[in-house]
């Protein structure tokens, strides 16, 4: 799995390429944690995003209750149709805000 940071005024992207597993979540949560803790908007761009377990979206679901608590965003953004398909059959399609 690959990250890339890019910074756009006041939002942090995090471009995920690959597969978000148990191998790898932990990684994405190390690199979640060392953003700065002024990020309001964090948006995890999933269009390069192969595959996605359990932990992964612990991971996802961890960052998005941080967020929302500290009254931040997180923003998922082009997931693929399989993505999309393991958001809705999780019901994390009701809770996550996503963007194509």
């Known amino acids: 799995m690959k ?3 890019t ?4 939002k942090t992207i995090l471009t995920v390429d690959g597969r978000l597993d148990t191998t ?3 990684e994405l949560a ?3 944690a060392e953003l ?3 990020v309001k908007t964090l948006v ?3 269009k390069d995003l192969e595959y996605v377990s359990s932990a992964g979206l612990r991971v996802i679901l961890s ?3 941080k967020l929302d608590a500290e009254g931040g965003k997180l923003i998922i953004a082009h997931p693929n149709d399989m993505i999309q398909s393991i ?3 999780t019901g994390f399609i009701e809770i996550l805000n996503i963007e194509d």
């Open 3 to 5: 990250i890339t940071k």
């Open 7 to 10: 910074i756009e005024s006041d």
């Open 24 to 26: 790898t979540a932990p």
């Open 30 to 32: 190390a690199a979640i």
């Open 36 to 38: 700065d803790g002024g």
């Open 44 to 46: 995890l761009d999933f």
């Open 63 to 65: 960052t998005h209750k």
């Open 87 to 89: 958001f809705a059959l």
